[in-house]
């Protein structure tokens, strides 16, 4: 099973430093959102700054959102799915596996950005390093719920839209309790509580949504 | 004597159910007019004006029951397409299908209504109260779920995807709701809170539960004619539609 | 009658646009769910009875 999970990882890396391209638009998306808001709300850092959290994690989501779309498609294409449909293992398994490549791909590239983007908001060396704790325990839940509306939505026109329509509510917690966990390390409070919660939402996501997603996935595909 | 069973799978049958429901709706819709009229009697007549709100208050006799409508048919609605996933029964699925459009509309009358109380009481027509913002958000999982539904065109993917869907919005319900009530009560301090409202006398209560019962009964009502007409809709190549459309020509 | 007057009972101690404005919305959204609930069932029968009858038609056109 954990052969399977390296090597579904593996084979997904690999497929993406192909294609560099795709990640580095999501990561380019990621930047010029962050750049947008300043030019809309004004350039006063006190503001700014106290917008700063939220603004990451908006454009966080929906960067993350941007390539679930890749995440299922082309193996959809090709026919590579419906032969992890027959493998003798779970499809679990393997779902699990294109999540966390998912997350290394499009993730990880942006919560190594988000300190950088965030001095741009004015933010302090201890909001900086809550953002970038939070970011790094949310944007994996990102990546495994949004495999489930990925593979709901497979192969439907217009399939790009709806998962958004899809998955951006139940992104929701995550929004909440990672930028405010931004909010928590700068008023004084300690952002743990903030990042327990967010800890416990991972585990519970990564426990139910691989298996959600094979069902959605087989249901998609039959 | 070995008490008869009921064959319960006899009226998941879509042409059995299509009949009974038939029958029932007249049922429901009457006792729906009943009850609405019971409710507003309750709301507009006996109950006394509001000390601090004012005439406002009996804004909460539509507000209060089409929230929990709202709630309660999204539970309902992830119950029969859950059923529906698991058992592979087609009825569910439709049923599921048909409480969809009644739920967002009953979340939507939450919405409105509660921003036509909250400019009087609050001040403002919106305020990010907790209970508000979950509901809106509850808007937004219906509306994905008919979306959902409407994009994907083969009727048995879109039962089950829906089903899917449904089920993790289930789940998800009490997190959105409790994250953004903590989320809340980090940012406003001194709003004001609807848990704190003063107890609230029995007429005014009767008045919501009364109200309640009557949105329930027109749900029921106008959930049984839509499905079906999804069931006519789904069966039309069946023979017992071919036969009924012959019955219904002469 | 806590009202005196219909005119007392439509202003709603000053509060006739929001309660009015509330359950005016609510009538808005049941009649409007109602016809569009009957509106679907009629399309529907029509559709079907004409789809019959049409393939019905055929059968007979070609058995001829």
């Known amino acids: 099973m954990l052969s399977l999970l390296r090597w579904v990882i593996a084979r997904d890396l690999t497929l993406a430093i192909r294609r560099r391209a795709d990640v580095l638009t999501t990561l380019f998306f990621f930047v010029i959102v962050v750049t947008l808001f300043p030019l809309g709300v004004g350039p006063e850092m006190d503001t700014l700054r106290r917008m700063g959290a939220g603004v990451l994690w908006v454009a ?28 003798p293992q779970s499809l679990s398994v393997v779902v699990l596996g294109k999540i966390i490549a998912h997350w290394l791909v499009s993730g990880v590239p942006l919560v190594l950005m988000a300190p950088i983007v965030g001095l741009q908001y004015g933010l302090s060396p201890t909001a900086l390093l809550a953002l970038l704790a939070s970011l790094l325990l949310g944007t994996p839940i990102l990546s495994a719920i949004g495999a489930i509306g990925a593979a709901l939505t497979l192969g439907l026109r217009g399939g790009g839209v709806l998962v958004s329509l899809l998955v951006l509510p ?49 249901i998609s595909i039959e | 004597m070995v008490p008869q069973k009921i064959n319960w799978f006899k009226y998941s049958s879509p042409a059995t159910f299509y009949f009974l429901a038939g029958k029932m709706i007249p049922w429901f819709a009457g006792a729906a007019v009943a009850f609405f009229a019971w409710g507003l009697y309750l709301g507009f007549f006996a109950a006394p004006t509001d000390a601090q709100q004012g005439e406002a208050y009996r804004i909460i006799f539509l507000h209060v029951p089409a929230a929990w409508m709202s709630m309660f048919i999204y539970v309902v609605m992830a119950g029969w397409a859950g059923l529906g996933l698991v058992l592979n029964t087609r009825l569910s699925s439709m049923m599921a299908s048909a409480l969809a459009p009644t739920g967002a509309m009953f979340t939507f009358l939450a919405l409105w209504s509660g921003a036509l109380w909250g400019k009087p009481t609050w001040g403002a027509y919106w305020v990010w109260d907790a209970r508000l913002t979950s509901e809106l958000i509850l808007l937004f999982l219906y509306i994905g779920f008919m979306s959902l539904q409407a994009t994907i065109e083969d009727p048995r993917r879109a039962d089950r995807a829906g089903a899917v869907l449904a089920l993790v919005g289930v789940v998800n ?78 | 009658m806590i009202w005196g007057s219909m005119e007392t009972f439509l202003a709603m101690g000053g509060y006739a646009f929001y309660v009015w404005g509330s359950y005016g919305m609510a ?35 070609t058995a001829a």
């Open chain 1, 60 to 87: 966080a989501l929906l960067a993350s959102m941007l390539s679930l779309g890749r995440l299922f498609a082309a193996d959809h294409l090709d026919g590579t799915l419906e032969q992890f449909l027959l493998i």
């Open chain 3, 27 to 61: 009538i808005v959204l049941l009649a409007g769910e109602i016809l569009l609930v009957v509106g679907r069932r009629r399309t529907t029968l029509r559709r079907l009875s004409l789809t019959r009858r049409m393939t019905a038609k055929d059968r007979n056109e």
């Open chain 2, 173 to 250: 319900v009490p997190i959105i709701y409790f994250s953004v009530r903590w989320w809340n009560t980090l940012h406003q301090g001194a709003s004001v809170s609807l848990t704190q409202a003063p107890a609230m006398a029995a007429v005014m209560l009767q008045g919501m539960l009364v109200m309640a019962l009557a949105c329930w009964m027109y749900s029921i009502a106008v959930v049984l004619a839509r499905v079906r007409c999804i069931i006519l809709e789904r069966e039309r190549h069946s023979a017992w539609v071919a036969e009924f459309l012959e019955g219904e020509r002469q």
């Open chain 1, 170 to 218: 139940l992104y929701v917690p995550v929004l909440i309790f990672g930028a405010g966990a931004v909010d928590a390390a700068v008023s004084g409070l300690g952002a743990e509580a903030h990042l327990s919660l967010l800890g416990a939402l991972l585990l519970l996501a990564l426990v139910l949504s691989p298996w959600t997603a094979a069902v959605a996935l087989r």
